[in-house]
């Protein structure tokens, strides 16, 4: 029913920028909840920021401050905006939606934050 692309990741310094989509095929249904969860090397997965269709915008405290979420209802999208990377931001980050009563993942992509 949905399926999720993410883009954006890549290595960059600490101190630097990167910004994350997750691009969602038409749905039919119109409420939806849109998050993004990191997962880094043997922890457990947790949640980043997450937004829903109305505009209302939720973050991780370790976050807050550094990186904002946002989205382009028309295009389906929704974006993550990091700046001021810290080397523990290192990760792999997912994008998920929950919409008619089903939850979807994207397949990652890979964030490294390191000199």
């Known amino acids: 029913q949905v399926q999720l692309v993410e883009s954006g990741g890549g290595l960059v310094q600490p101190g630097g920028s990167l910004r994350l989509s997750c691009a969602a095929s038409?749905?039919?249904?119109?409420?939806?909840?849109m998050a993004w969860y990191r997962q880094a090397p043997g922890k457990q997965r947790e949640l980043v920021a997450g937004?829903?269709?109305?505009?209302?915008?939720n973050y991780a405290d370790f976050v807050k401050g550094r990186f904002t979420i946002s989205s382009d209802n028309a295009q389906n999208t929704v974006y993550l905006q990091m700046n001021s990377l810290k080397p523990e931001d290192t990760a792999v980050y997912y994008c998920k939606r929950v919409s008619g009563g089903r939850t979807y993942w994207g397949q990652g992509t890979q964030v490294t934050v390191s000199s």
């Open positions: 038409r749905s039919i249904f119109s409420f939806y909840y």
């Open positions: 937004i829903t269709d109305r505009g209302i915008t």
